[in-house]
C-alpha cells in the first residue's frame, strides 16, 4: 500500500479538537429523575450514532484524500543467449576407470549435466561420436529434452574408434547458420583422432570460419591402462575382468584446435579438475542480461471515498426518516 498524498492524513489529528467544539456547542439540558430509568428500557442516543458514522466517513473520506495506490514492479529483461554444442567421446577407451575409481565416460556425464543445469537462456545440443558421429539432441532451450539424451548416451551405440574430425564438423553444422552472439563447442575426447572422413584441423578450421569458439579436453592418463570388460554368466552374474590398453593421446591436435578458434585446451587426469574446467567454461561463456525494473501504481481511493459517501448517506438517511428529531 502506498499513500501519494500522504499529509492529508494529518487532518485526523483535528478530530479530538472538532469533538470537544462539538461537544461544547451542542451540550443537551438534562433533566433529573429520582427514580433510575432502567437499562431494558432506555434507547440509545441517536446522536452519539450520527456523531460515530460522521467522524467514519470522515476517516474514509479523508484516506480517499491520501490517495491510496495499489503497487507492482514490473521488470523488463533484455537477454542475449549464446549457443552452446557439447561434443562427447563415446569409444570403448571411455569406459577405462581412472577418475576416482569410475568411469571417464560416467565422469564426463555428470560435470555436462551440472553444467547443463547450470546455464538459462542459453540454447545448448549434444553430439556425440565414437567411429562415428551423432547428433542426439539439435541446440534447444528444452533442458529436460537435453539431459534426457545425455542420459541416453552410452559406449556401443556407434561403430568403435576415435573420429573427432567427423564429430566436431557435425558440431560446426549445427552452429554455423546461429545467429547468436556467441557459438561453442565443448569437444571432450580420451583418445587420437584414428578414422573418419574429416581431418581434425580441417574441421578445426572450418569451424573458425564460422566464428564458433571451440574448448578442447583431453580426459583420462595417457599409456597402459586397464580397460574393464563386462561379461554375464549363464546365470546371468555380471563378471568383470581387466585388459591392459594402450592409450593414446594428442595433446598438440586439440591445442592447435582451441587456437586456431580462439578457444582453450585443458588436460584433465582427475575429476576434480574436470569440475574445475568446466566452472572457468561456464564463467568465461556468459549470456549478457540488461534488467529495467518499473515500479506501476494503480489509484485504489475509490474503494474508501464509496465507502465514506455511503457511511454519510446512511447518516442523513437516518437523521431525516429513521430519526426525526424536534428543533
Not at 51 to 56: E, G, P, Q, S, T
Amino acid at each position: 500500500m502506498h499513500l501519494a498524498d500522504w499529509p492529508y492524513l494529518f487532518i485526523l489529528l483535528l478530530l479530538p479538537m472538532f469533538h470537544r467544539v462539538w461537544l461544547y456547542r451542542n451540550k443537551i439540558a438534562s433533566v433529573g429523575f429520582s427514580v433510575p430509568i432502567p437499562a431494558s428500557v432506555a434507547s440509545p442516543n441517536p446522536l452519539k450514532i450520527q456523531l460515530f458514522l460522521k467522524y467514519f466517513g470522515l476517516i474514509f473520506l479523508v484516506f480517499a484524500l491520501a490517495r491510496p495506490q495499489s503497487s507492482y514492479q514490473q521488470t523488463d529483461r533484455t537477454v542475449s543467449g549464446i549457443d552452446i554444442l557439447m561434443a562427447l567421446d563415446v569409444s570403448a577407451s571411455m569406459n577405462i576407470e581412472d577418475l576416482a575409481e569410475r568411469s571417464r565416460i560416467d565422469v564426463a556425464k555428470d560435470t555436462f549435466e551440472k553444467f547443463i543445469k547450470g546455464r538459462e537462456n542459453d540454447r545448448i545440443g549434444f553430439v556425440i561420436f565414437s567411429g562415428e558421429p551423432l547428433t542426439l539432441a539439435p541446440p534447444t532451450l528444452d533442458y529436460g529434452l537435453l539431459l534426457s539424451a545425455l542420459h541416453q548416451a552410452s559406449i556401443g551405440m556407434l561403430k568403435d574408434g576415435t573420429a573427432i574430425g567427423d564429430g566436431l564438423s557435425l558440431a560446426t553444422r549445427h552452429l554455423k547458420s546461429s545467429q547468436a552472439k556467441s557459438k561453442v563447442i565443448i569437444l571432450l575426447t580420451d583418445g587420437d583422432n584414428n578414422i573418419g572422413q574429416v581431418d581434425p584441423a580441417t574441421a578445426g578450421e572450418l569451424a573458425a570460419g564460422f566464428g564458433i569458439r571451440v574448448y578442447t579436453i583431453a580426459i583420462g592418463r595417457e599409456g597402459r591402462v586397464k580397460l574393464p570388460i563386462r561379461t554375464r554368466t549363464i546365470l546371468g552374474n555380471e563378471v568383470t575382468t581387466y585388459q591392459w590398453f594402450d592409450n593414446a593421446l594428442n595433446p598438440a591436435l586439440l591445442q592447435q584446435i582451441a587456437k586456431v578458434t580462439n578457444g582453450k585446451f585443458y588436460r584433465v587426469t582427475d575429476q576434480d579438475t574436470l569440475k574445475s574446467v568446466f566452472a572457468e567454461i561456464d564463467q568465461l561463456e556468459k549470456s549478457d542480461m540488461k534488467a529495467k525494473h518499473k515500479v506501476k501504481y494503480d489509484e485504489t481511493y475509490p474503494t474508501p471515498l464509496k465507502f465514506g459517501l455511503l457511511v454519510f448517506f446512511l447518516g442523513f438517511f437516518l437523521d431525516r426518516f429513521w430519526w426525526r428529531l424536534l428543533p
